[in-house]
C-alpha cells in the first residue's frame, strides 16, 4: 500500500517513512519463503527512510525507522539518539515511544523504560501491541498481576495475534501442567511460522526434556523459545536465539529474566556460557560500558564480563 502511495506521489515523505517501517518488521509477518524475496529488508528500510529525509528533514517517523535500523545492527546509542531526536520532533508519539520504550527494556534499563512504556499506554490505551510491550516489561520484573492485566486486555483487544497467543503459552508453561498445554494448543498457534504438530511434539519434549529436540521441536522452539527455557535446555534455546533473525535476536535477551523459571533455574540460565555470546553478539556490554551495567551482569576485565 506504500509503494501504491509512491506512485502515486512519489515525493510523499511519509509514505517513504511507512515502507521504511513495513521493510522492519516484515519477519514478523510472513514466511521465511516471502522474506527472502524481499532481499536486504533492512536495507531497504534505511533507503526507505532517508529518502523520506531527504523530501523532509526531521520527519519524526522516519528518524524513528533510522533507530529501527541501527537498532537491528545493535548499534544502541546510535539508535537512542535517533529515538529521542525524533520524539523531540513528535513528543506524542506512541509509536515512537513503543520501539523506544523496548530498546530500553532490551538493554535492561528498566527505570527508564517504565517511564516511556507508562507514557505510551497514558496516551494510547487501545493498540494490541503496546499492552503486549507492557506486559513483557512487568513480566521481566516478575510483577505478575500487573503482567495479566495486560495480558488480558491484549486478549480482550486482539485475542487472534500471534503476541497474545505467545502470553496464552508463556502462562501454561507457568502452571507446570504439559496435559493443559496438549489440551490449549490450538490458543497457542504459531502458523505460517510452526504448526500444531510442531507445537504438540514441543509439549510431549517437555515431558522428557533430556531426548535431544526433534526438527519438529526445533522449528516450534524457534518461535516459542519458552519451551526450551522451561525444559532448561539453555543450550537449544541459546542455539536457536543466535540464529535468529536480527529483531528476535534482540528480544532473546531479555530471557536474562524469566520468571517462568524459579531463581535457581534463572541463575544457571545467565550463567550459561550462551549468555555471554549472545549478549556479545547484539553488542550489549559495549553499550552498557557507556550507560552503566544493569544488576545482574558485570564486568569482570577489560573484554570479559559475567552475569550471575
Known amino acids: 500500500l506504500f509503494q501504491q502511495a509512491l506512485e502515486i506521489d512519489p515525493d510523499f515523505a511519509p509514505a517513504w517513512a511507512g515502507l521504511a517501517h ?36 526531521n520527519q519524526p517517523s522516519a528518524l524513528h525507522a533510522i533507530g529501527n535500523y541501527h537498532l537491528t545492527r545493535f548499534e544502541w546509542a546510535r ?3 535517533y529515538y529521542e531526536t525524533a520524539l523531540e520532533a513528535d513528543p506524542d508519539s506512541t509509536d515512537i515511544m513503543e520501539d523506544y520504550g523496548s530498546m530500553l527494556m532490551y538493554s535492561l534499563q528498566m527505570d527508564e523504560s517504565r517511564e516511556v512504556i507508562e507514557r505510551m499506554l497514558q496516551l494510547d490505551p487501545y493498540v494490541p501491541l503496546f499492552r503486549h510491550v507492557a506486559a513483557g516489561f512487568y513480566n521481566m520484573l516478575d510483577q505478575r ?60 519434549w517437555l515431558r522428557n526434556p533430556e531426548q535431544e529436540p526433534s526438527p519438529a521441536v526445533l522449528n516450534a522452539v524457534k ?17 536457536s536465539a543466535l540464529t535468529d533473525p536480527p529483531n528476535m535476536m534482540l528480544s532473546a535477551g531479555m530471557q536474562l529474566y524469566a520468571p517462568i ?48
Open 145 to 204: 498481576e500487573l503482567r495479566n492485566q495486560h495480558i488480558n486486555r491484549l486478549n480482550e483487544l486482539a485475542p487472534g495475534s500471534w503476541f497474545a497467543a505467545g502470553w496464552n503459552l508463556n502462562k501454561l508453561l507457568e502452571d507446570d501442567d504439559p496435559d493443559a498445554i496438549h489440551q490449549n494448543i490450538h490458543r497457542i498457534s504459531a502458523e505460517p511460522w510452526a504448526s500444531s504438530d510442531d507445537l504438540q511434539a514441543a509439549a510431549d
Open 223 to 239: 518461535f516459542w523459545q519458552d519451551f526450551a527455557i522451561k525444559a532448561g535446555r539453555f543450550d537449544v534455546f541459546y542455539q
Open 261 to 308: 523459571l524459579p531463581p535457581e533455574g534463572q541463575h544457571r540460565m545467565r550463567a550459561h556460557p550462551g549468555a555471554k555470546e549472545l549478549l556479545s553478539t547484539i553488542r550489549l556490554p559495549e553499550y552498557w560500558d557507556q550507560v552503566g551495567w544493569p544488576d545482574l551482569c558485570r564486568r569482570t576485565g577489560k573484554d570479559d564480563f559475567e552475569c550471575f
Open 22 to 57: 513495513a521493510y522492519s518488521v516484515a519477519e514478523f509477518y510472513v514466511t521465511d519463503e516471502q522474506l527472502a524475496e524481499y532481499g536486504d529488508q533492512h536495507a531497504k528500510s534505511l533507503a526507505a527512510a532517508q529518502r523520506a529525509l531527504e523530501l523532509e528533514p
Open 79 to 81: 539508535a537512542q539518539a
